[in-house]
């Protein structure tokens, strides 16, 4: 395990005030990780802090909607989303997303305290019953994490993602699909 001075580590919600760093680490994540993201770098770029605002669940009046930081002193090194489902069939579920950890504070227990954190509110949240998430096959390390907070595989999605490779080639990822249940 790598060591780190993680005095003065926080893990809480973010608040709009926030929004500027949590950008700004979603934008690096785009950047080193594109097969980890559903969204694209460049469009994700051009979009403002504020334009993130719904994903902090202020009005979401039975929970279950928000982004959690983890800050060293005033730096955020991680973060994860949560986003409950609006439709009513699905309301009792909700999917994991956004999960990064800057490379320089990887290693040191920050993604599963990030995880945890997500997992109490969660359970908090009125009538939540199911946490669903999509990892990179290849990401072995992110899998493990997940398993070892309680997800079970569901299933492998072949061709989930598309990129643009070298010449403009295709290059495909694989996602597993996991899931957690709240409430057995």
């Keep these: 395990m790598v060591t780190h001075d993680l005095t003065g580590l926080r893990i809480a919600r973010v608040t709009p005030a926030e929004l500027s760093s949590f950008k700004s680490l979603r934008d690096e994540g785009l950047r080193l990780h594109p097969e980890a993201f559903d969204a694209d770098l460049d469009i994700e770029q051009s979009r403002p802090p504020e334009s993130?605002?719904?994903?902090?669940?202020?009005?979401?009046?039975?929970?279950?909607?928000?982004?959690?930081?983890?800050?060293?002193?005033?730096?955020?090194?991680?973060?994860v989303g949560l986003e409950r489902h609006?439709?009513?069939?699905?309301?009792?579920?909700?999917?994991?997303?956004?999960?990064?950890?800057?490379?320089?504070h990887s290693g040191c227990g920050i993604g599963f305290k990030l995880i945890d954190e997500c997992l109490r509110q969660a359970r908090a949240a009125s009538g939540l019953e199911l946490i669903?998430?999509?990892?990179?096959?290849?990401?072995?390390?992110?899998?493990?994490?997940?398993?070892?907070?309680?997800f079970k595989?569901?299933?492998?999605?072949?061709?989930?993602?598309?990129?643009?490779?070298?010449?403009?080639?295709?290059?495909?990822?694989?996602?597993?699909?996991?899931?957690?249940?709240?409430?057995?």
């Design 86 to 104: 609006s439709l009513p069939k699905l309301r009792h579920s909700a999917e994991l997303n956004s999960m990064m950890v800057k490379p320089t």
């Design 52 to 79: 993130y605002i719904g994903r902090l669940g202020l009005y979401e009046p039975l929970g279950g909607t928000f982004l959690i930081g983890a800050w060293v002193r005033d730096e955020m090194v991680g973060m």
């Design 132 to 150: 669903t998430l999509k990892v990179s096959t290849a990401n072995q390390q992110a899998v493990q994490l997940y398993e070892r907070a309680g």
């Design 153 to 184: 595989p569901c299933g492998i999605v072949p061709r989930a993602v598309r990129l643009v490779g070298p010449g403009g080639s295709a290059v495909y990822v694989d996602r597993l699909t996991m899931a957690l249940l709240l409430k057995p």
